[in-house]
């Protein structure tokens, strides 16, 4: 029965991976049903070493490697397109974009699933159902992460690694290993169940189930052990900051007046509720004063004079004008009481038409332009550098960039938090705001330091330095939350080199075993 299925080319080349690949997205947030993944990369597998031993025989297409294109392509296309469908909210809140969704919908997807597409052509030729033909499968998927992570302007969402966030005592060896290292770890997990059809003993496959038991129950022994060292770590740890995290849940909108600018300040303060004697940090979200730049919120610096007293500082976003270029920046901000600005930081990682225009010379003639607010794209900051407040030193991340674990690894190494800040009614009501606030746990184990995020209309929260939730404000609720944060020193690693080096021990396992066997 199922033979007669896979013999229909159309059946197996394009509607079995678009089904496979759209499931996958139960193993992410806010479904979290990892388990699905043990059955889908094992089929994934299975389905290609089938596709490139049958092409010639049974679909008869010349040439037949370009069936393992067009399946991978098809996987691909379900897992971006069912993945990162709220990117359509985006273009939801301008009548002008509204048209561009078909095409938003099915071409980034599309574009995306090149990298696997690509992926299997070249890996698959050379699978059969033995171990280094796993390692081959795997290394080539963990690398197509990696390439379309960091091609063009790089778009390392749901990362495989991404998928088990629920085993925190699991995540900890990202710490060591970094995320793409971890990812790599992550989908040979997730491939392994195929040694059930590997043509070995029985007794093989009960040792290879072991092994693998043994390594994960050890990775588990690590994380708890390192979890639980840490609340002693943090008990003895003297220097703290006492923070407020505030999610304010205003409606995202443009072109607002002074009247409701002022509205918005009398609502961020109440919900900061500051106090006068107290030392604090407080943390708005990005996209509060939205359209707004610094120089024009200055008028109300008195509402900030009045209701902060000279122990506050408070961190937020808003764009910041170049003198020189008469563009502006998506910048985070650290201001006194007296609304004085006393670090900035201007976000690194523009978001592709939502801050800036690609080839913006030849598209805006064509009556494009970017979904924020103004036809202008933004400046793209250029340094990594912290905020520096006192004892505290801020790696600054602004919405986007948290998906991003090279600016971790790029960062002054001797910061002692993370704030990220964020404007999540992009998102809409999809499932967005849930998967952008994975990544902010991820970011805080990596450079093993307190995170704290502000968000409006997402996940806020406060995050310690395990990846473990403090407190948290879910989306589309306006609060604050409060507490007092370890200022622990980042130990994070330049971690590339580490998965790199993994990649070429699976090459070389590989190709090891191909020559002996050619003799």
């Keep these: 029965m199922i033979e007669k299925y896979l013999n229909n080319r159309f059946f197996t080349l394009y509607i079995i991976p678009l089904i496979l690949g759209s499931l996958t997205i139960l193993s992410f947030e806010p479904f979290n049903l990892t388990i699905i993944n043990l059955i889908i990369f094992p089929f994934f597998f299975y389905l290609l070493v089938y596709i490139n031993k049958r092409s010639k025989v049974i679909y008869r297409q010349k040439p037949y490697k370009k069936n393992l294109f067009i399946f991978g392509l098809a996987f691909g296309f379900g897992f971006y397109l069912s993945g990162i469908s709220w990117i359509t909210n985006s273009l939801t809140f301008d009548e002008n974009f509204k048209i561009l969704i078909p095409f938003a919908l099915i071409l980034i997807p599309l574009f995306l699933s090149l990298f696997v597409g690509l992926t299997t052509l070249i890996i698959g030729p050379y699978l059969k159902l033995n171990f280094p033909s796993l390692l081959i499968f795997t290394a080539g998927l963990a690398f197509s992460d990696y390439l379309r992570s960091n091609v063009l302007t790089g778009f390392p969402w749901n990362l495989w690694a991404y998928s088990t966030i629920q085993i925190n005592e699991i995540l900890q060896i990202t710490n060591l290993i970094g995320l793409y290292s971890y990812n790599l770890f992550v989908i040979t997990i997730f491939s392994l169940p195929i040694i059930f059809f590997f043509k070995i003993s029985k007794i093989k496959k009960i040792i290879s189930f072991i092994v693998i038991f043994f390594i994960i129950f050890n990775l588990y022994i690590y994380g708890n052990y390192e979890v639980n060292k840490n609340k002693k770590t943090l008990e003895s740890v003297k220097e703290k900051i006492y923070v407020k995290v505030i999610s304010p849940n205003f409606n995202l909108e443009y072109g607002l007046t002074d009247q409701e600018i002022e509205k918005r300040f009398r609502k961020l303060i109440k919900y900061s509720d500051p106090d006068q004697g107290k030392e604090t940090l407080f943390v708005w979200p990005e996209g509060v004063f939205s359209g707004y730049s610094y120089n024009e919120i200055l008028p109300f610096k008195d509402l900030i004079l009045n209701n902060f007293s000279n122990k506050h500082y408070i961190v937020f976003g808003v764009n910041k004008l170049d003198p020189i270029s008469g563009k502006f920046y998506n910048s985070m901000l650290v201001i006194n009481n007296k609304l004085e600005i006393i670090q900035s930081y201007n ?92 990544k902010a746990i991820f970011r805080a184990i990596e450079n093993n330091t307190f995170l704290l995020r502000s968000t409006n209309r997402g996940v806020s929260a406060i995050i310690d330095n395990k990846g473990n939730l403090i407190k948290k404000i879910n989306r589309n609720e306006a609060g604050n939350i409060e507490f007092e944060v370890p200022l622990v020193k980042s130990n994070k690693i330049k971690n590339d080199l580490i998965f790199f080096t993994l990649l070429i021990t699976y090459l070389l396992i590989f190709l090891i075993y191909k020559k002996q066997n050619a003799k």
């Design 347 to 438: 976000k690194r990682k523009l978001v592709p038409f939502g801050e800036f225009l690609p080839f913006e010379n030849i598209v805006s003639k064509l009556g494009l332009k970017k979904i924020t607010e103004g036809h202008g794209s933004f400046l793209k900051g250029e340094n990594n550098n912290s905020l520096e407040i006192e004892r505290i030193k801020i790696l600054p991340l602004i919405c986007y960039e948290i998906i991003f674990p090279d600016l971790i690894q790029k960062s002054d190494i001797n910061t002692n938090l993370i704030v990220n800040i964020s404007e999540d009614g992009w998102f809409g009501n999809s499932i967005g705001p849930d998967q952008h606030f994975a």
